[in-house]
């Protein structure tokens, strides 16, 4: 049985239920993967109960390519809008666009690399709000994940990796940005020291 869900933060997302075990489709691996998070939606007491849709697989597997089809387009964009930005600059000898690519590069799940095209166009001060983000035709779920990122001039280092940290889409931006940074020698123990902020 295929499940579309609804909610605010995973609607779109796709769970298959099969011997009383749960899936929801991984785009980064092309796979159906474990999870534990369709339990909340039976849960009278949890604010997700039933917000999900029963749908036929021919329906799962339209749904699947079409949102495949939209995760494409937005990083699209967000490639195009970074090569505009980085056009002409240059770091360490090296074309700018070519470190912030290799960031994307290593983002493991597709909402990563959308949500860190963006956060390299939009860092603070300049950070978009979550209703620009939607605009451009992010998620909430990606909008979050963005806004986490974000640091605030009044939190300490500690508390601002605990954020990220806590936010699974974040984490792995800034985990992919962290690893750029380390190999460069003007960064590189700086970066070093805030992985392992990232990683307690």
Excluded at 61 to 88: M, N, T, V
Excluded at 103 to 115: M, P
Excluded at 149 to 175: G, H
Excluded at 183 to 197: C, K, M, N, P, T
Aim: charged residues 25%; hydrophobic residues 40%.
């Amino acid at each position: 049985m295929f499940y579309l869900l609804t909610d605010s933060m995973n609607a779109g997302d796709i769970i298959w239920e099969e011997t009383g075990k749960h899936y929801i489709y991984s785009y980064a691996r092309n796979a159906w993967e474990r999870t534990g998070i369709f339990y909340d939606y039976f849960k009278r007491e949890s604010s997700l109960y039933r917000q999900y849709h029963t749908i036929s697989e021919a329906e799962a597997a339209a749904h699947i390519e079409l949102r495949r089809a939209e995760y494409d387009h937005l990083l699209a964009l967000g490639k195009k809008a970074l090569f505009q930005a980085c056009f002409g600059r240059r770091r360490n000898g090296r074309p700018l666009i070519e470190e912030k690519l290799e960031i994307i590069g290593l983002c493991i799940e597709i909402e990563a690399k959308i949500v860190a095209a963006y956060y390299q166009l939009h860092e603070a001060p300049a950070a978009l709000t979550a209703d620009e983000l939607q605009n451009a035709g992010l998620s909430l779920r990606m909008a979050f994940a963005y806004q986490a990122l974000i640091p605030d001039p009044d939190e300490s280092r500690a508390d601002y990796y605990a954020r990220v940290r806590s936010n699974p889409i974040a984490a792995d931006v800034k985990y992919a940005e962290l690893q750029v940074l380390s190999r460069d020698g003007d960064h590189r123990q700086q970066a070093l020291s805030d992985i392992a902020f990232l990683n307690l």
